[in-house]
């Protein structure tokens, strides 16, 4: 099965979601940046693995199921 086919499956699509979601708050509670440099970075990442854990569970909401 390729990716493209995996990435239509609504329980792949949750996966991901949920694993996302689970990064982003362990880099947002584990991460110890330096003041100067590293808080934007470490918010940066916490902002995209949210994004992406949001964007990934609203789209499986949307596929039915095959």
Avoid: W, Y
Wanted: proline share 3%; charged share 20%.
């Amino acid at each position: 099965m390729s990716l493209r086919n995996r990435l239509k499956d609504r329980s792949t699509l949750m996966r991901v979601g949920l694993v996302c979601l689970v990064l982003g708050n362990l880099v947002h509670l584990l991460a110890r940046p330096t003041p100067i440099f590293g808080q934007g970075l470490i918010d940066g990442a916490f902002g995209l693995l949210i994004g992406l854990s949001i964007g990934c569970l609203l789209v499986s909401l949307r596929r039915r199921e095959s």
